[in-house]
């Protein structure tokens, strides 16, 4: 079992050695992967980003004592591999799991996490009034949470998950970003967290996924169902003045988009003003090559923004 403090220091020396990454979609991380110079890690990235094998002398023994005190590093003769991925974003470091991400429970950050913190940063932002209790349900690496924090000080934020392995990355990153506002909490939905909310984000999981992987399915034919239940939860517990802001994602069939639709008929008849864009039109291309989207054109991902009037 991973140990926190431990992969907690991990992470600092990461940090203090100027570590960076970016992480990609899983088809472009195989491919680049493929590239037979790639083979083996060569360097930290290498290890800690492409999630590549190595073996002794790739890198520094402190390193590798680190991992192992983590309990990260699985050894099979002289080929190694790191058990997370550390990935940056808003000067911030964030462990996750290792790729290919292929357990039920894996904790998931790519390009959608990025998307996701910048619609939540941005919403914060533009704000008329300040943050006070922010949310970030299925909080994953806790990226959004952190971003939410880190623009509003002062507030009390939650990050809410049903995986611990979520919630534990949570907690070391939380550290690392010396996030000290933000609690990490285990609750389904908001079922296990009192009160209400002037902020509410989220970046479900909403793929059909036939392997029912949690970080990955977002429930229901459409993959939908998640994202439609976290907007129940939003009219249920959002403050005058607060505000929801969903990403998520849909496939689109004959040009018509069934999230927005069941969205519509969710919100028509609440105090909720809504918008609702796609920001990006046409991802993960390749998940069109099989059955669960064999009846989609395009699958593209949206952002959902909610408010209820201050004088509600």
């Given at each position: 079992?991973t140990k ?7 992470g ?10 970016t992480t ?10 493929r ?7 060569t ?6 980003g ?8 790739v ?5 590798v004592d680190?991992?192992?005190a983590?309990?990260?590093?699985d050894?099979d003769?002289?080929e190694w ?8 974003y ?10 290919p991400t ?11 996490t ?6 939540a ?8 009034r300040p943050v006070?209790?922010?949310?970030d349900i299925?909080c994953g690496?806790g ?9 509003a ?7 809410v ?9 949570t907690?070391?990153n ?6 000290r ?8 939905l908001?079922?296990?967290?009192d ?24 429930g229901?034919?459409?993959g ?6 976290i907007?129940?939860?939003?009219v249920?517990?959002l403050?005058?003045?607060g505000?929801?802001?969903?990403f998520s994602?849909?496939?689109i ?5 069934p ?10 008849n ?9 920001v ?6 390749e ?17 959902l ?8």
């Amino acid at each position: 079992m991973t140990k926190p403090e431990h992969l907690l220091s991990l992470g600092a020396a990461l940090k203090a050695a100027g570590y960076a990454f970016t992480t990609v979609t899983p088809a472009t991380h195989e491919r680049v992967n493929r590239r037979p110079e790639n083979a083996r890690a060569t360097d930290l990235r290498g290890v800690f980003g492409w999630s590549r094998p190595f073996g002794p002398g790739v890198l520094p023994d402190d390193i590798v004592d680190l991992m192992d005190a983590a309990d990260v590093l699985d050894r099979d003769g002289d080929e190694w591999r790191s058990r997370v991925r550390f990935s940056t974003y808003d000067d911030e470091l964030f462990v996750h799991s290792a790729f290919p991400t292929t357990d039920a429970e894996s904790v998931f950050f790519g390009p959608d996490t990025y998307r996701m913190a910048e619609a939540a940063a941005a919403h914060v932002m533009h704000r008329r009034r300040p943050v006070r209790r922010a949310v970030d349900i299925g909080c994953g690496t806790g990226a959004g949470a952190i971003t939410v924090a880190k623009r509003a000080p002062a507030a009390e934020v939650f990050a809410v998950d049903i995986n611990d392995t979520a919630l534990e990355y949570t907690r070391v990153n939380t550290a690392l970003a010396d996030a000290r506002s933000v609690r990490a909490c285990h609750s389904n939905l908001l079922k296990d967290i009192d009160g209400t909310f002037d902020l509410i984000i989220s970046n479900p999981p909403f793929m059909i996924d036939p392997a029912g992987r949690a970080y990955r399915d977002g429930g229901g034919s459409g993959g939908h169902d998640l994202s439609l239940s976290i907007i129940d939860a939003a009219v249920e517990r959002l403050d005058p003045g607060g505000s929801l802001v969903l990403f998520s994602g849909a496939g689109i069939v004959d040009g018509q988009d069934p999230l927005r639709a069941a969205a519509a008929e969710r919100l028509e008849n609440t105090d909720l003003t809504w918008s609702y864009r796609e920001v990006d039109p046409d991802v993960y291309d390749e998940e069109l090559d099989g059955e669960a989207y064999r009846h989609a054109e395009r699958l593209a991902v949206v952002v959902l923004t909610a408010s209820r009037s201050e004088w509600s």
